[in-house]
T-cell receptor, first 112, second 116 residues
Framework: KQEVTQIPAALSVPEGENLVLNCSFTDSAIYNLQWFRQDPGKGLTSLLLIQSSQREQTSGRLNASLDKSSGRSTLYIAASQPGDSATYLCAVLSQAGTALIFGKGTTLSVSS | GAVVSQHPSRVICKSGTSVKIECRSLDFQATTMFWYRQFPKQSLMLMATSNEGSKATYEQGVEKDKFLINHASLTLSTLTVTSAHPEDSSFYIC????????????FGSGTRLTVV
């Protein structure tokens, strides 16, 4: 059964710092991996989608990497801003599955 | 794009009543939709997979008679919480994708259910 773990659970940084969020998964037979952002009491906003054949994806200040063989993904946020404060969720679609399996998320707080 | 609309965003109901939550794919057809539940500061837990024209597939531990799912068209799935109790209070969120995963999954804005 696929399990997804995110570390750290919470992170506080001053504005301008570069930071890395980590995601690991137990079954490397994945179809793709998706990073989401969730603001309090809101739905999910998709940030980046990485197919199993890809190693990284970039969107603006965000860069996500995927190492399928080791079961790891990282989300790199450059030059963090207070508006980046939110919970970031990693989700995996397994080869044999149809639904995303989520980690518990990393709650990020960026102070000005 | 791929837009998923979910209504209502918030609902308060009395214990013992039923509540229906709608999930619509606005610009694509979705033969499969997914319903998740999220407790405070917890991850999203998959409740069931909604299949157009057939019965939903429920995850282990989810009462299918409690959480009724209907997927009557390619753009609409509904989740009905029957005989709601305070322990059913939670954040419910639906998801759909245009294909198996090439375009990623899109989520609704969620429904905050409070049972009093």
């Amino acid at each position: 059964k696929q399990e997804v773990t995110q570390i750290p659970a919470a992170l506080s940084v001053p504005e301008g710092e570069n930071l890395v969020l980590n995601c690991s998964f137990t079954d490397s037979a994945i179809y793709n991996l998706q990073w989401f952002r969730q603001d309090p009491g809101k739905g999910l906003t998709s940030l980046l989608l990485i197919q199993s054949s890809q190693r990284e994806q970039t969107s603006g200040r965000l860069n996500a990497s995927l190492d399928k063989s080791s079961g790891r993904s990282t989300l790199y946020i450059a030059a963090s801003q207070p508006g980046d404060s939110a919970t970031y969720l990693c989700a995996v679609l397994s080869q044999a599955g149809t639904a995303l399996i989520f980690g518990k998320g990393t709650t990020l707080s960026v102070s000005s | 794009g791929a837009v998923v609309s979910q209504h209502p965003s918030r609902v308060i109901c009395k214990s013992g009543t039923s509540v229906k939550i709608e999930c619509r794919s606005l610009d694509f057809q979705a033969t499969t939709m997914f319903w998740y539940r999220q407790f405070p500061k917890q991850s999203l837990m998959l409740m069931a997979t909604s299949n157009e024209g057939s019965k939903a597939t429920y995850e282990q531990g989810v009462e299918k008679d409690k959480f009724l799912i209907n997927h009557a068209s390619l753009t609409l799935s509904t989740l009905t919480v029957t005989s709601a109790h305070p322990e059913d209070s939670s954040f419910y969120i639906c998801s759909a994708n245009r294909d198996r995963g090439d375009y990623g999954y899109t989520f609704g804005s969620g429904t905050r259910l409070t049972v009093v």
